[in-house]
T-cell receptor, first 109, second 116 residues
Framework: SQQGEEDPQALSIQEGENATMNCSYKTSINNLQWYRQNSGRGLVHLILIRSNEREKHSGRLRVTLDTSKKSSSLLITASRAADTASYFCATDEGHDMRFGAGTRLTVKP | GAVVSQHPSWVICKSGTSVKIECRSLDFQATTMFWYRQFPKQSLMLMATSNEGSKATYEQGVEKDKFLINHASLTLSTLTVTSAHPEDSSFYIC????????????FGPGTRLTVL
């Protein structure tokens, strides 16, 4: 069963703008991860944030985690057309991983 | 980083036939691998956990007799869709955990199955 829920389901922005995606989950977690998936392809790991961390950066990516609200956000700054993809949050249940519904991001050149 | 491969990348088969999908960890050993399926524009749904040397653990609602999983070695897990039907058409993705304690998963590129 799914754990997280992303919003929005779809997001369309212009190149250069920032994109923010949110994820909510239901149970306690050890860590939360964000993945990217290009259409018809496998998943690429973007960033992992542990339950005792509140914010993490990686290049143009910024992830926040609020365990009290059971929510996380992914911010992509200065977006590029190549960022067009689906983005999923995933939470761990031991070695098991549950994915949210995903946000489809379209970045228009 | 660790690489997971899948073969084939796509397959078309007739209804009633069986299809085998391989998942390999190329440069690391994986005692556990996960199999997901993904319908168009939807998220990944965990089907089963493949365990090397023991039986797979299936998620609720997944028919173990239809989706046979064999984890024959520390680098290979196979998913066989038996007596495939059009409703089994989907994108199947496997993954393997990275280094213990990091929580990261490495995903294969996926296999697109189309059952006619």
């Amino acid at each position: 069963s799914q754990q997280g829920e992303e919003d929005p389901q779809a997001l369309s922005i212009q190149e250069g703008e920032n994109a923010t995606m949110n994820c909510s989950y239901k149970t306690s977690i050890n860590n939360l991860q964000w993945y990217r998936q290009n259409s018809g392809r496998g998943l690429v790991h973007l960033i992992l944030i542990r339950s005792n961390e509140r914010e993490k950066h990686s290049g143009r990516l910024r992830v926040t985690l609020d365990t009290s609200k059971k929510s996380s956000s992914l911010l992509i700054t200065a977006s590029r057309a190549a960022d067009t993809a689906s983005y999923f949050c995933a939470t761990d249940e031991g070695h098991d991983m549950r994915f949210g519904a995903g946000t489809r991001l379209t970045v228009k050149p | 980083g660790a690489v997971v491969s899948q073969h084939p990348s796509w397959v078309i088969c007739k209804s009633g036939t069986s299809v085998k999908i391989e998942c390999r960890s190329l440069d690391f050993q994986a005692t556990t691998m996960f199999w997901y399926r993904q319908f168009p524009k939807q998220s990944l749904m965990l089907m089963a956990t493949s365990n090397e040397g023991s039986k797979a653990t299936y998620e609720q609602g997944v028919e173990k007799d239809k989706f046979l999983i064999n984890h024959a070695s520390l680098t290979l897990s196979t998913l066989t869709v038996t007596s495939a039907h059009p409703e089994d058409s989907s994108f199947y993705i496997c993954s393997a955990p990275g280094l213990a304690g990091f929580g990261e998963q490495f995903f294969g590129p996926g296999t697109r199955l189309t059952v006619l």
